[in-house]
């Protein structure tokens, strides 16, 4: 039995304008076959097994065929598994997703198309142009600009005739071809042109000229392709309802700690920023320790809720649970720590924020007996520092994917919400070897900031209130005031 296609559009760049069953299509698929501006945060959906296969196009070099990505869907049907093929807008606005479609027909297996938000749309929407207007434009036309001969694949006197919306996309190169062959053909020179640079991405950009004008001023702000071009009267409007270039963090780049749920990354995107993310580490390598005699135990600091868990295991593999404990005094070390070991069961003797915490330092400065610290290997240097006990290394961690470029990008700020985000961001520098120490560095918390000034970071601002809110406020205090 063959698998299904989806034929699926991925919308024009940001990655929210995903459909809700185009996000389904992607959490099921086995196989995604993709191009090449496709926003690969839409790669958040996958499952961890999922192939990937990048068949994108770049002009000037090497490509996959048309009929080569049919091939590979058709092959990948025939194995059974449930192919997407993300396309960039919708797949059959010149997307050649027709061209798939019939292949699949031919060939015999199941397809679906999940229609996707077409740029030729989002585009203008969010350059603030309405692509019709009561009294200025009843009607819109798209076109491709992507031109083989300049002036025989499009019919330039039908086009003239029209007095709607104009909307031509790939159509870059073509500009000037674009602009003289309706200006020879009676459009007025004065008609207003906006050229949308990267449309719907935090990186946004729009400017707006006349069909005598326009070509000289994308040369000179540097507009490239992926562009869309819109000529017609509704271009006025531009500069009124450009509500995406406006929020207060366009375009500035921030870089976090990656959370598909969480707060920070939603609030920092809805006003505009774009967002550089590093993983987190959550991939837990266990070392093998030797338990101590619990029954000669006095007291146990856990400095780490995953090595809680871990010592837990290895209380359980000698046949001893919670109850072995009654007679230990079990200290936790941060918030993770402490609720994990609530969660077992556990009253606490004492707890604390951070690891050189004054009051737990003096506790534990005040207790004698045979007493022991849970830690990771990451954590040794920092406990060893304030205590002189035993430590016991359960586990080290790895990041959970891939760390970023950060060679080319020019960040403008840093936001660490919590000490975990904090500890992850100094292990991501250390192993890149990059120096961030001149980059804004917001944090929420003293817990936070002691993780980055013992790191050697001076450029540190906290927030005002302990809320996500405030980290997205200080953004923009910072990056506006700028």
Known sequence: ???????????????????????????EADVLVYDRLINQDLFKYLKPDCETIDVGKQSGMPCVRQDEIEAILIEKAREGKAVVRLKSGDPYIFGRGGEEALSLVEAGIDFEVVPGVSSAVAGLTYAGIPMTFRDVATSFHVFTGHLKDETEQLNWEAIAQLKGTLVFLMGMKNLATITSELSSRGFASETPVAVIEWATHPQQRSIDGTLSTITELVAEHGLTAPSIIVIGDVVSFRQQLNFHEHLPL???????????????????????????????????????????????????????????????????????????????????????????????????????????????????????????????????????????????????????DDLPDLSEVELEAICLPNSLAATNFVAMAEELEVKLNHLPIIVMGETTRAVIEQAGYTEIIETDKPTIAAIRDKCRQLLTEE
């Not at 698998?3 to 990655?15: E, K, S, Y």
């Not at 010592?311 to 359980?316: Q, S, T, V």
């Not at 005040?366 to 240097?381: C, F, M, R, S, V």
């Open 1 to 27: 039995m063959t698998g299904l296609v989806t034929l699926l559009g991925a919308g024009p760049g940001d990655q929210e304008l995903i459909t809700v069953k185009g996000a389904r299509r992607l959490k």
């Open 250 to 400: 366009s375009g500035r780049q921030i870089l976090i700690q990656a959370s598909p749920t969480g707060k920070l990354p939603r609030l920092l995107k809805d006003d505009g920023a774009n967002l550089v993310t590093f993983p987190g580490r959550n991939k837990v390598n266990p070392f093998p320790f030797k338990l101590p005699d619990v029954t000669t135990l006095d007291g146990l600091l856990v400095a780490d809720w995953q090595s809680w868990l871990l010592f837990l295991e290895a209380l359980k593999a000698t046949g001893q649970d919670l109850r072995a404990l009654g007679h230990v005094k079990v200290v936790a070390v941060g918030q993770h720590t402490s609720k994990a070991m609530g969660e077992s069961g556990l009253i606490l003797y004492a707890k604390g924020a951070h690891i050189h915490g004054e009051d737990l330092v003096e506790t534990l400065a005040n207790e004698t007996g045979n007493w022991y610290i849970l830690a990771p290997d990451y954590k040794q240097k920092a406990v060893r520092r304030f205590y002189e006990l035993p430590v016991l290394v359960t586990h080290t961690v790895d990041f959970d």
